[in-house]
């Protein structure tokens, strides 16, 4: 029988969090080079790298998260993450304005989470030089985000909700399944 990645963080827990604390005396700035550096190495050996970085980076990081290859993750320092959660590959997640990930929580690969927005008055200064609006995002926990999914910023998506492939968050999701641009709800799941 395989041994799942919990059974496995819960064996070598004490190696992973005396690590993340040595790292952590490492400055910001290199410690964020080094999250850009192996987010594509494969492997249990990047697995591993990326969780010990990312948990020395973050505000609040839980046991047992995986963040896959590829992910391009902004702001860690106001990113907030629970239990057994799993970011796949190719993600853009950026905690600018804030982002509170609850435990039990699968973000599927090329997801985007925004936690801000721009101003966009007709006025003399250009909308990409207007002031940026942050909106913190919270995901409860056990949650499913499908692939593709844009959770744009000011966003809650409460307990026990799935999200479809390629849908478009821009509001508040209660208990159920969403599918859609935007989100809607398609039913309650039982």
Known sequence: MLETGRKKFSRWKWLIKFLVKIVSILPTSIRVTLMTMFSGLPGKPGVVLRYIIFSSLSKCCGDNVYIGRWCNIKNIGSISVGDNVSIHDYNYIDGFGELSIGSDVSIAHGTSILTFDHSYVKSSTPFKYQKVIMKPVEIHSNVWIGCGVRVLGGT?????????????????????????????KKKDIL
């Not at 492939?165 to 821009?170: F, I, T």
């Open 156 to 184: 809650t998506i409460f307990s026990d909700t799935v999200v479809g492939a390629n849908s478009v968050v821009k509001h508040n999701l209660s208990s159920g399944l969403y599918v859609g641009i935007p989100a809607t």
